[in-house]
């Protein structure tokens, strides 16, 4: 689960922002030609191409009839180019302009996820549609790094700073479009517009699915020929490669730099393994709350499943982050890190609570999943600072930050291609008692992690 846009790969070091008052702030994000025309646009479309891949397809394959293990295992794949993106960030940089591989990017998604919307009235259409959701999970992997290009090249220190809140905000919002409102819609298609019953998978799901992706290749392709319009080019990073050989040779010693750090092994432990049972509950946890009651599931539909996750567990998430970042700002993160690695971990045992009782009120199906993301969000804020202050620095901070996330996101993918098939052996009550003894390496690395860069 991502709660922030991505590290940005152009430059490594940027200047303190100088003090803004709030008439000049305003002033700054609503002048003519303002970032505020592309910055919000721009990371809402990274976000929902992300979500839409990696989080809401698990849905969609459960929905047309996957099993478990089949629907968290090929969703969980398409993290894979978010994992890797590093390693082809150089090679970006050398040709044309970062807007022309967004707006690039941007089209290719767009049409990419219109076929998706076509090739469901195939036979085979299974096999096309995955492998144009890998294609398009390249894509959107590059129209991240392209995106975080622009807005770190076209814009100094004080704009950057000024518009890191929006930045953010505008990825949250992504989640709440794809997780919340599309999920919703399709649920809502399926029964009140085809008229089929909601709590049968299967293929007559796919005339509600096929036109939520044609929702999604319309916003797309429309943010597109926005972007064409209001974003700026982008400049060259200072350290751009120019040439193939040079992009191989930066690539070569980012890796040696970053294995050359004191205690990096222990800090490559706790970039993976920190969010370990996170990486087990992601797939799972939505899929225990439409599978029916008989199958050891609360029977939700599609609909309830959006409202919950996509909009009071997306609430919970940015609440929780925000008093995780006043709590680490206030007390220091040597002093919080083991503690809001409890935060993260401990909160997981509400979904072993609701597997053993299976509540029907909605009530106390939305608060469990709201105190989970609550705490999730709260305590992954050390997570992220962690890798800004200790994993990071050195000759390639920015490089070497997106090491620490590609390390996350390979948990991620791993746990999530294995964890349908452990629920499916286990049964939830088991596979959630999992989850909480998964827990365990995270306080393993969380108590050992070093610090050797001042708070």
């Not at 000049?24 to 990274?46: H, I």
């Not at 070497?400 to 049964?427: D, E, K, P, R, W």
């Amino acid at each position: 689960m991502q709660t922030a846009p991505s590290a940005a790969p152009a430059q490594e070091q940027q200047a303190p922002a100088a003090a803004i008052q709030p008439p000049s702030l305003l002033r700054a994000m609503f002048a003519r030609g303002t970032p505020m025309l592309w910055v919000p646009s721009g990371y809402f479309a990274m976000a929902l191409t992300y979500m839409m891949l990696t989080s809401v397809t698990s849905i969609m394959f459960k929905n047309l009839g996957m099993d478990n293990g089949q629907a968290a295992q090929y969703a969980s794949y398409l993290i894979l180019a978010y994992t890797i993106k590093p390693l082809f960030a150089p090679f970006v940089e050398m040709y044309r302009t970062k807007k022309f591989f967004v707006l690039c990017a941007q089209l290719i998604i767009g049409v990419g996820f219109a076929g998706v919307a076509l090739a469901m009235s195939l036979p085979d259409y299974m096999v096309v549609m995955v492998f144009l959701f890998g294609v398009l999970s390249l894509v959107g992997a590059t129209q991240d790094i392209a995106s975080d290009g622009v807005y770190v090249t076209s814009l100094d220190a004080r704009t950057q700073s000024l518009f890191c809140g929006i930045q953010s905000l505008s990825w949250n919002i992504g989640p709440i479009v794809a997780s919340g409102g599309m999920v919703y819609l399709s649920g809502w298609l399926h029964t009140h517009y085809f008229h089929h019953q909601a709590g049968v998978f299967g293929p007559e799901w796919i005339e509600s699915w096929r036109i939520i992706f044609f929702i999604v290749a319309a916003i797309t392709i429309v943010a597109a020929l926005w972007h064409m319009r209001v974003m700026p080019d982008g400049a060259k990073a200072e350290n751009a490669p120019a040439s193939v050989a040079e992009a191989a040779f930066i690539l070569k010693d980012s890796f040696v730099t970053f294995f050359q750090k004191r205690d990096v092994w222990t800090m490559v432990a706790f970039a993976f393994l920190f969010r370990l049972s996170i990486g087990l509950l992601e797939k799972i946890g939505p899929f225990f709350m439409v599978d029916p009651v008989a199958q050891g599931g609360l029977g939700l539909s599609n609909e309830m499943l959006g409202l919950i996750y996509g909009t009071y567990g997306l609430i919970a998430v940015l609440l929780g982050s925000l008093l995780g970042g006043i709590f680490v700002a206030r007390r220091g993160l040597p002093a919080t890190l083991f503690v809001l690695c409890c935060a993260v971990n401990i909160p997981n045992v509400t979904f072993l609570l609701m597997s053993i009782y299976q509540p029907d009120n909605l009530l106390v199906i939305s608060a469990g999943v709201a105190i989970e993301k609550f705490f999730f969000g709260f305590g992954s804020v050390g997570f992220m600072i962690y890798l800004m202050q200790q994993l990071a620095p050195g000759k390639y901070t920015t490089t070497h930050y997106a090491f620490g996330t590609g390390l996350m996101g390979l948990c991620m993918m791993v746990t999530g291609i294995v964890s349908g098939h452990l629920q499916q052996a286990l049964g939830y009550v088991h596979y959630f008692w999992l989850v909480m003894a998964a827990t365990i390496p995270s306080f393993i690395v969380t108590w050992y992690a070093p610090f050797h860069h001042k708070d």
